[in-house]
């Protein structure tokens, strides 16, 4: 979900008075008209500043996408989007800033009165909740319906998919086993965080970690009001902490979200809370929902994972001036499965890192103008300890295929005249399926014969987030992306390749890297209260990773954005990745 982030320490600045100064410095330029009547902004406008500054209240957001939430319940949601979206309708007690750019993931309160006071050697934090938070019902928002909300993701069995974060720190040998197997009276057996009173909650971790304020932010860090939990079925409307409700949430066809009249705005810094009602349609058609945010009858993609080949074409030709070509911090990249044969065997991995053409998979995305540069190794560039570590020689080939040393790791894992796999690709993911067919293409030239197995994005946690399930259906390479939970080693890698992360369901972890070195860097990197010495650590936890071939990067993405004219307040935020800060996101009618 999504991509990466460092602890900050910042003012916080009122999203009112953030609105007007945004409005003095927004990216206005004086663009087409699109089919909606609007006036766009200008290209890049989104990526400059803020595009159509306003803080006009009223009207109907409306959101499309090709792919579902992963989910609404807010403890299990991974999506990037689903974690934009939710602050919608969710609180934590410290949330992102509303500001474009880099600002936007300076940390600030959110329910809480200010950041926590750390103590007991950087394994204390205790906060004191503000005045006047309130559920949708007017009750008010409590210590308890915090710590509730977050013991939920002990239960794994019922409450699956979200980070697995704050269950390694606050209790790293699992004993707890959530709310729905708690023998105490009122559900709240987790001894790692305390509740004096409603308004003060304390949580003392197993160990320091500098990070543990980003995982706060995080929906898993939301509170749920424990009579209105419903387990597994909370998805279908959750009980909302922000200034919108649920009105309906249907699965896989679009939800309707309408003001919540209990929300105070005095109690909220970060939410201008602008529409009147925010509309999510999903629509599997790729190139039509394009067509139908060009013609403004949407205002932007739900999803934000780039326009379509024709849709951007279009857009760029008839219409550049609601266009943002925005950098990300994803990594495009295959999983190669260790548990699913031959891939246990290193130098089979490798023949698949020397046999795919790089150059193939970078044009089916866009080029490198419209898709992003070529990547060599699992670090964005956003992360500090990140370099250009090249073992298999990617850049100084062109990221054309090295046939040779292909079949020559294939010999060395026992099979020169190549193996059969399967290839899982999303189809509701632009070009993704696309760029499986060009791997699976470049593979074949050296023998390995790849099968291309489509499956429905909203259901990958089960899928090829299921060990059992990847094992089973052979799915020997996962195409997938990845963007930071936050901007450090951890924040990108920890979920992807430390092995005590791996879980039955809801996985990320696809390759099944289960290595006592690994994992040692992560433990190293986090007592090191030097930046820059944990840089260097997970530097080599990123080059142990490479070497070991279980993961094949192929871009640093970027991707072309639709933003409609009747939007206001558009900013690409560095706290969703890129991605415009939908909350606050306003319409011009």
Request: with cysteine; proline share 6%; glycine share 10%.
């Amino acid at each position: 979900m999504t991509a990466l982030r460092s602890s900050r320490t910042r003012r916080i600045a009122g999203a009112a008075l953030v609105v007007v100064a945004l409005t003095a410095t927004a990216a206005c330029g004086g663009g087409d008209k699109d089919d909606n009547g609007g006036k766009a902004a200008g290209y890049n406008a989104g990526t400059k500043g803020v595009a159509n500054a306003s803080a006009k209240k009223g009207g109907t957001l409306k959101f499309i996408g090709k792919q579902d939430f992963d989910s609404t319940d807010p403890q299990r949601q991974y999506y990037g989007m689903a974690w934009d979206f939710s602050r919608f309708y969710a609180r934590q007690l410290v949330s992102y800033a509303p500001k474009p750019g880099a600002g936007g993931a300076e940390l600030v309160p959110d329910l809480a009165k200010a950041k926590g006071a750390v103590s007991n050697g950087g394994k204390t934090y205790t906060y004191e909740l503000r005045d006047g938070i309130t559920w949708e019902d007017g009750t008010p928002i409590t210590s308890k319906d915090i710590k509730y909300g977050i013991e939920r993701i002990w239960a794994t069995d019922v409450i699956t998919g979200g980070p697995a974060y704050l269950r390694q720190v606050l209790d790293p040998k699992t004993e707890y086993k959530g709310p729905y197997k708690d023998t105490t009276p009122d559900k709240l057996g987790l001894k790692a965080i305390q509740t004096p009173n409603d308004k003060t909650i304390v949580f003392n971790l197993a160990t320091p970690n500098g990070d543990f304020e980003q995982m706060l932010a995080m929906p898993a860090g939301s509170p749920v009001k424990k009579e209105k939990d419903t387990a597994g079925k909370y998805q279908l409307k959750p009980f909302s902490s922000g200034p919108y409700k649920f009105e309906s949430y249907t699965p896989k066809k679009g939800a309707v979200l309408v003001r919540n009249d209990k929300w105070q705005k005095a109690s909220d810094p970060i939410r201008p809370a602008l529409p009147d009602k925010i509309t999510v349609t999903i629509n599997s058609n790729i190139e039509a929902i394009d067509q139908l945010l060009i013609k403004g009858e949407y205002d932007l993609d739900l999803n934000a994972t780039g326009m379509s080949q024709s849709g951007r074409t279009s857009a760029l030709k008839q219409h550049k001036d609601n266009v943002d070509n925005i950098s990300t911090s994803f990594i495009r990249y295959v999983d190669i499965a260790t548990k699913v044969a031959p891939f246990d065997n290193v130098e089979c991995r490798k023949a698949v890192l020397y046999a795919a053409d790089y150059k193939s998979m970078q044009t089916v995305r866009g080029g490198p103008d419209a898709g992003g540069d070529i990547a060599t190794n699992m670090l964005p560039k956003s992360i500090a300890g990140s370099d250009d570590y090249d073992p298999y020689g990617i850049l100084a080939r062109g990221g054309k295929p090295d046939v040779a040393k292909a079949k020559a790791a294939l010999a060395k894992c026992g099979k020169p005249a190549g193996f059969s796999t399967v290839i899982s690709a999303r189809s509701n993911n632009p070009g993704e399926v696309q760029v499986a067919e060009a791997l699976q293409q470049s593979l074949q030239a050296v023998g390995i014969k790849a099968e291309v197995e489509p499956i429905d994005g909203a259901e990958s946690s089960s899928i090829t987030g299921s060990p059992a399930v990847v094992k089973k259906r052979g799915l020997g390479l996962i195409m997938t992306g990845w963007g930071p939970d936050f901007p450090t080693g951890q924040g990108f890698s920890q979920p992807l390749i430390d092995g005590r992360f791996i879980v039955p369901n809801g996985n990320y972890n696809g390759s099944e890297t289960n290595d006592p070195k690994i994992n040692k860097f992560f433990d190293d990197a986090l007592k090191e209260t030097d930046p820059a010495k944990a840089a260097e650590i997970y530097k080599q936890m990123n080059h142990a990773v490479a070497d070991l071939a279980v993961q094949m990067p192929f871009i640093y993405e970027k991707n072309f954005t639709w933003r409609g004219s009747n939007l206001t307040n558009a900013y690409s935020t560095a706290a969703y990745n890129g991605r415009y800060d939908y909350v606050s996101l306003g319409v011009v009618k």
